[in-house]
């Protein structure tokens, strides 16, 4: 089993910064990579930034930051400039491999944390 766990969201006020953390643990053998993604209300679950090829979305090009710690298992997300549309729910996932020297690769994802941003 592989579980991620996340922390870091809460209620900031506009132009104001949070770090987003996600450890993940369990039966791993490696991991391809960590990313996040994130969930407003009515809307669909969009990607933030992805840490195989660090990719982020415009929305938040330039404000939010990625980076990983490969001997922790932990992907972090430094959000700056924090908007109130950056209001959701923020999701990260891990792309693993449980068994060596196989292809397969599972994603797994963390619970969520509820990230607020008012006006």
């Known amino acids: 089993q592989v579980q991620l766990v996340e922390s870091g969201g809460g209620l900031v006020q506009a132009g104001g910064s949070l770090i987003l953390s996600c450890a993940a643990s369990?039966?791993?053998?490696?991991?391809?990579?960590m990313g996040w993604y994130r969930q407003a209300p009515g809307k669909q679950r969009e990607l933030v930034a992805s840490g195989g090829s660090t990719n982020y979305a415009d929305s938040v090009k330039g404000r939010f930051t990625i980076s990983r710690d490969n001997a922790k298992n932990t992907v972090y997300l430094q959000m700056n400039s924090l908007k109130p549309e950056d209001t959701a729910v923020y999701y990260c996932?891990?792309?693993?491999?449980?068994?060596?020297?196989?292809?397969?690769?599972?994603?797994?994802w963390g619970q969520g944390t509820q990230v607020t941003v008012s006006s």
């Open positions: 369990g039966s791993i053998f490696s991991i391809n990579a």
């Open positions: 996932h891990a792309d693993v491999v449980l068994v060596p020297h196989t292809p397969r690769v599972y994603r797994y």
